[in-house]
T-cell receptor
Framework: NAGVTQTPKFRVLKTGQSMTLLCAQDMNHEYMYWYRQDPGMGLRLIHYSVGEGTTAKGEVPDGYNVSRLKKQNFLLGLESAAPSQTSVYFC????????????FGPGTRLTVT | QQQVKQSPQSLIVQKGGISIINCAYENTAFDYFPWYQQFPGKGPALLIA?????SEKKEGRFTISFNKSAKQFSLHIMDSQPGDSATYFC????????????FGQGTILTVHP
């Protein structure tokens, strides 16, 4: 049982390049989330999904797109990377309902130059 | 808009001492208050959580104190150990919000031996 995995672990992009971050969970969780973590700002929700084929915007969605074609996978896309998107990205998932424990992946460190 | 405010940003404690981290929230719809612990290079992991129908919850050396009227809650770590050195995040959630968490800014705890 791997839990939540993220690919890749590190990436360096040039401004304007695009990339996709992959999140996979093997716990059959309904809900999945993408966060970014920046120093002094905690974790901020980018997008989330409450089921296969559904996505919704979080607190900081601009510049990102997501897709959830399969229940176990949640993809985060950057179409045209900007230096402001330099951050650590975390994916998380939970089973719907109490106790709402979010299981986090190990993170992806992205640098945009 | 930061709906959960966490303090202090950093905390240094001697081994055996008590670590106290405070959070305040604004949204009265929040009804679930977890604390997450994050070690360097790892994703956050649930440490302890409380619902507002109780004023205190204790799990081992970790205690959450909750003051509903003041809209504040805090984490107390008794007999702090060097292995507790990590970043701690408070968070809050409404049960009607599909598990979405609003995080505080984080506190970097260092416990000196």
């Amino acid at each position: 049982n791997a839990g939540v995995t993220q690919t890749p672990k590190f990436r360096v992009l040039k401004t304007g390049q695009s990339m996709t971050l992959l999140c996979a969970q093997d716990m059959n969780h309904e809900y999945m989330y993408w966060y970014r973590q920046d120093p002094g700002m905690g974790l901020r929700l980018i997008h989330y999904s409450v089921g296969e084929g559904t996505t919704a915007k979080g607190e900081v969605p601009d510049g990102y797109n997501v897709s959830r074609l399969k229940k176990q996978n949640f993809l985060l896309g950057l179409e045209s990377a900007a230096p402001s998107q330099t951050s650590v990205y975390f994916c998380a998932s939970i089973r719907a309902g109490w106790p709402y424990e979010q299981y986090f992946g190990p993170g992806t460190r992205l640098t945009v130059t | 808009q930061q709906q959960v405010k966490q303090s202090p940003q950093s905390l240094i404690v001697q081994k055996g001492g008590i670590s106290i981290i405070n959070c305040a929230y604004e949204n009265t719809a929040f009804d679930y208050f977890p604390w997450y612990q994050q070690f360097p290079g790892k994703g956050p992991a649930l440490l302890i959580a409380i619902r507002p129908d109780v004023s205190e919850k204790k799990e081992g050396r970790f205690t959450i104190s909750f003051n509903k009227s003041a809209k504040q809650f805090s984490l107390h770590i008794m007999d702090s150990q060097p292995g507790d050195s990590a970043t701690y995040f408070c968070a809050a959630m409404s049960g009607t919000s599909y598990g979405k968490l609003t995080f505080g800014q984080g506190t970097i705890l260092t416990v000196h031996p």
